[in-house]
Nanobody, 124 residues
């Protein structure tokens, strides 16, 4: 199995940027489709972005399209989430997830492994 550790969260003003990182260890990173999810207080965990393992196809939830970019570096076993033009409604704990299947999925149950999360707070 794979272990995932997120980093890069923090407090930022609206309009600012952050880059989240998720470092993987254990099994070969390139074997996994990777995703980012987030959970705000009192809300369900929601899909943010995903990138496949074969051809690095990406998919985003509508609210972050044009602002967030998911990417992966298989040589360094890391997936990134670049977040620009941040809004207060982006405030949440952000989770990295990995799936064995090569498929663009927005469903949390599709993913087999999860990190512990990193807090992102956007002030207005």
């Amino acid at each position: 199995q794979v272990q995932l550790v997120e980093s890069g969260g923090g407090l930022v003003q609206a309009g600012g940027s952050l880059r989240l990182s998720c470092a993987a260890s254990g099994r070969t990173f390139s074997r996994y489709t990777m995703g980012w999810f987030r959970q705000a207080p009192g809300k369900e965990r929601e899909f943010v972005a995903t990138i496949t393992k074969s051809d690095w196809t990406t998919s985003y939830t509508d609210s972050v399209k044009g602002r967030f970019t998911i990417s992966r570096d298989n040589a360094n076993n890391t997936v990134y989430l670049r977040m620009n033009s941040l809004k207060p409604e982006d405030t949440a704990v952000y989770y990295c997830a990995a799936a064995d299947e090569d498929f663009l999925s927005r469903v949390a149950s599709f993913y087999d492994y999860w990190g512990q999360g990193t807090q992102v707070t956007v002030s207005s």
